[in-house]
């Protein structure tokens, strides 16, 4: 197979990987799962079957693709642009504070670095969260990285969480991370020294004997801080555990589960490929309302991505 079309998969992958996330942890966001284990019940409590949706995870990833399409060169207007339209045509749903806010000030006529959150409170996962089709178009810096969140995230461990997930997925593209190697040691040198940047190193010190369970004891709501280090740990052990596995796992353990979710498949499913997506999972996904729109902004991405030599 060709590298263009390799990443074309990889690509397609990825955006699928982190749709099937965001669906099924929407479904168990803030929800209380019995545990049997540590309580008794006199009966067997009613079992829920919450419906998947997509989310602002998915949908804000797709307004990036469509800005990524939209030039040769990356225009952060033009991502904010699409934000606003996404938003007057009810595409978004379950904005976090700082992209509502952002989103309301640019409809306003705001200029796009001006809007958003800053200091403390813009500090969430809302940036690395679409962040992902930058990895897939060779031509991205860091200025175009950092950009892309100050329209909403005007924070710097907001911006180096994105950072994180862009590095991940560049080593996958690469070919520099082949899920046999340490993904942390070759992430962590390449960002500044942050909160995000120490959870990381946490982690990898930690890793060797520790499970999906044990990393989220550390940290797995919205903060950037807890969400993309455990995200990423996640994603390392999709390849031993297997993709349904590793979902379950995310989504069990609580937290921002639609986001942890997706940017754990939106990394394993780069890595693994198409072939290693459940099956049932797509299937599922393929019933979800607006699925339709996203398969359509993925396959007209593809069509824009090549391997750059």
Not at 149 to 171: M, P
Not at 296 to 307: A, F, N, P, W
Request: with cysteine; glycine share 8%; hydrophobic share 45%.
């Amino acid at each position: 197979m060709k590298k263009a079309a390799i990443l074309r998969e990889r690509f397609e992958a990825c955006m699928l990987g982190g749709a099937i996330g965001d669906a099924w942890g929407s479904a168990f966001e803030n929800l209380k799962i019995p545990d049997s284990t540590t309580a008794f019940y006199l009966s067997k409590p009613k079992e829920t079957n919450p419906l998947w949706a997509f989310t602002d995870d998915t949908q804000l990833t797709m307004a990036t693709c469509e800005a990524l399409c939209a030039s040769a060169d990356f225009r952060p207007d033009l991502l904010a642009d699409v934000f606003v339209r996404y938003y007057k045509e009810k595409r978004l749903s379950g904005l976090g504070a700082s992209t509502l806010k952002a989103i309301v000030e640019l409809e306003a006529g705001a200029h796009w670095s001006q809007v958003g959150r800053t200091g403390e409170f813009a500090a969430g996962n809302g940036a690395a969260m679409r962040i992902a089709p930058f990895a897939f178009f060779g031509n991205m810096s860091r200025e175009n990285i950092r950009s892309a969140c100050w329209i909403t995230h005007r924070n710097d461990e907001a911006y180096v969480g994105a950072l994180a997930i862009f590095l991940s997925l560049k080593a996958i593209v690469a070919g520099e991370w082949t899920g046999k190697n340490n993904l942390f040691e070759l992430i962590i040198p390449a960002l500044p020294d942050t909160r995000v940047r120490d959870r990381l190193m946490e982690i990898n010190a930690i890793q060797c004997k520790s499970d999906i369970k044990t990393i989220a004891a550390l940290g797995n709501n919205g903060y950037v801080v807890n969400s993309v280090p455990f995200a990423i740990f996640a994603a390392t052990q999709a390849g031993r555990i297997g993709m349904y596995e590793m979902y379950k796992s995310v989504i069990g353990c609580g937290g921002d589960t639609d986001t942890n979710a997706s940017l754990a498949g939106q990394i394993a499913g780069a890595l693994l490929g198409i072939s290693h997506l459940p099956k049932e999972l797509l299937l599922k996904l393929s019933t979800v309302d607006g699925y339709d729109w996203v398969r359509s902004v993925i396959d007209r991405t593809k069509g824009h991505i090549k391997y750059a030599e």
